[in-house]
Nanobody, 125 residues
């Protein structure tokens, strides 16, 4: 069955960079789009970015636009999130999930599923 595994998190200094990976396995044919979410302590989960299975449609939260770049390698069934110019407010657990609600990548509300375990990103100030 479909499984998503996040990796690439870690501790980085203010202004540094990290590259997160979301590897999909199993029923990857069912994936229309994959999104990145994050949740900081005491805060609600928020959508960060999304990319369609074709790579033709992407979405970014205003807070990360211009700093983060989402991409995918279909040969590896992996979606990446390149995070540059990291800020302390980016500190959170980052999750990836599958968008089940068309139009895909239109928003971060709806039937998102197949959540991974998450990967911790910590940005020191």
């Amino acid at each position: 069955q479909l499984q998503l595994v996040e990796s690439g998190g870690g501790l980085v200094q203010f202004g540094g960079s990290l590259r997160l990976s979301c590897a999909a396995s199993g029923s990857t044919f069912s994936i229309n789009a994959i999104g990145w979410f994050r949740q900081a302590p005491g805060k609600e989960r928020e959508g960060v970015s999304c990319i369609s299975s074709s790579g033709g449609s992407t979405k970014y939260a205003d807070s990360v636009k211009g700093r983060f770049t989402i991409s995918r390698d279909n040969a590896k069934n992996t979606v990446y999130l390149q995070m540059n110019n990291l800020k302390p407010e980016d500190t959170a657990i980052y999750y990836c999930a599958v968008d089940r609600t068309p139009p895909y990548c239109a928003d971060f509300v709806g039937a998102w599923g197949s959540w991974g375990q998450g990967t911790q990103v910590t940005v020191s100030s």
